[in-house]
């Protein structure tokens, strides 16, 4: 079985920064892609941004120029660097890896917080 663990999360100031990472254990095969999505209530969740096996990456126009997706294959772990944080940032933040082959792996969300 397969566990992705985010961390990171937390509460911050409008301005500040935060840095989630969410690492993989278990038995796993070759991820294509990881994605970080985020979800406030009431609402539809979003891809953030995302990164491909072959290190490209993506981002929703909200956080371009903010937010950066990095990885560390030999770790198992993507991290997504958020900087400048808005009050609209706000929302629990989950990360997904998409094998090559077989169901996708979420990790169990962790919260963010943007508040003076």
């Known amino acids: 079985q397969v566990q992705l663990v985010e961390s990171g999360g937390g509460l911050v100031q409008p301005g500040g920064s935060l840095t989630l990472s969410c690492a993989a254990s278990?038995?796993?095969?070759?991820?294509?892609?990881v994605g970080w999505y985020r979800q406030v209530p009431g609402k539809q969740s979003e891809l953030v941004a995302g990164?491909?096996?072959?290190?490209?990456?993506n981002y929703i126009d909200s956080v371009k120029g903010r937010f950066t997706i990095s990885r560390d294959s030999a770790k198992n772990t993507v991290y997504l660097q958020m900087n400048s944080l808005k009050p609209e940032d706000t929302a629990v933040y989950y990360c997904?890896?998409?094998?090559?082959?077989?169901?996708?792996?979420w990790g169990q969300g962790t919260q963010v917080t943007v508040s003076s």
């Open positions: 278990g038995t796993i095969f070759k991820i294509s892609a």
């Open positions: 990164i491909t096996s072959g290190g490209s990456t």
């Open positions: 997904k890896a998409v094998p090559w082959r077989g169901s996708d792996y």
